[in-house]
């Protein structure tokens, strides 16, 4: 377990180092590559628990929200023989980063007031070019846009806030591909407020949701917890990680 540990320590450092994060996935995926599967889910569990501290264990965590990621940088065949290893060893953190299950609600963005209506008569490449302006106004006016190049510039705009992108993130019904963008994008990933948003949405795939919750404050993990509205999956993620802290 000591070398276990020592492997996950220089794995953190040198993920830490690396500017992007193809880049850190790729290295990710190759070190793990080099362990049998029962030690790369016994790493990776060490990885998720160090997720609340900060410095080189936050970037490494960050990697751990997108499935599609992951599951390119191991490979289609580790990925299936980690996850039965971590079943088999009774590892629940790592299990339910590897089981991707489809969200408790089921629904897709899109415009709903009558406020947001005229947009939709906008073509999809108008509306994708309006999303690079830095206009207040117009980023407003397309939150609520389905399209995930358009989500994405906004996401990108120099001029959107936090309080907008709360706005995606809270939205309810909304697209799971919209969720997942905004979970792994490289800035506001980093917002604690948009990550509890996307957590407590119903839309949110339940595989990002657990993926989240190791850095959220134990008051809202309670609340996560007692949410009737989430998936189950997620509920008993909050409920673990509460038990282990008190």
Known sequence: MKDLEEFVHKLLSDLSALPEEKMRLDLLGKRLSHLAPENSARAIDLIYRKGQEAGPAKKATA???????????????????????SIELGLKKVSRLFTDLPPLKKGLSGYETEEEAPME??????????????????????????DLMVIGNILNNPRTTEKEVLKVASKRPNSPAILKLVAGHRKWSKRYDVMKAIALNPYTPPRVSVALLEGLMTQDLKAIADDKTLHPQVKEAAKDIVKERE
């Open 121 to 146: 008569l906008i073509s999809l490449g108008e509306r994708r070019a309006l999303s690079k302006r830095p206009v207040k106004e117009v980023i407003d006016r397309l939150l609520s846009d389905p």
């Open 63 to 85: 990697l751990l929200v997108n499935p599609d990621g992951l599951k390119s940088a191991l490979g289609s065949e580790r990925y299936r023989l980690i996850y039965l290893a």
